[in-house]
């Protein structure tokens, strides 16, 4: 099976930054896309950012040059480094993964960030 463990939400002020990271583990032979969602009460889940295993990324408008994902391929895990934090990023951040060879995708249980004074 996999599991994906979820790290690094919190409080944070206006302005400020936080560090989320998802490390997958369990039967694994190569992961594709990683990518990151949030949902907001009341609101659907939408996509933040993703990035596939050669490095190529993509990002929400909402979200680009404040937000950045990376990955560590050896440890099969993905990152998203949030600066400039502001209150409309207050969700619940989701991680995904997508497996090579396997149609499922597989989530992490979600980490609350919230943004306020």
């Known amino acids: 099976q996999v599991r994906l463990v979820e790290s690094g939400g919190g409080l944070v002020q206006p302005g400020g930054s936080l560090r989320l990271s998802c490390a997958a583990s369990g039967s694994i032979f190569s992961i594709n896309h990683m990518g990151w969602y949030r949902q907001a009460p009341g609101k659907q889940r939408e996509l933040v950012a993703t990035?596939?295993?050669?490095?190529?990324?993509n990002y929400a408008n909402s979200v680009k040059g404040r937000f950045t994902i990376s990955r560590d391929n050896a440890k099969n895990t993905v990152y998203l480094q949030m600066s400039n934090l502001k209150p409309e990023d207050t969700a619940v951040y989701y991680c995904?993964?997508?497996?090579?060879?396997?149609?499922?995708?597989?989530w992490g249980q979600g980490t609350q960030v919230t943004v306020s004074s």
């Open positions: 995904n993964v997508d497996l090579t060879w396997d149609p499922d995708d597989y």
């Open positions: 990035i596939t295993r050669g490095g190529r990324t």
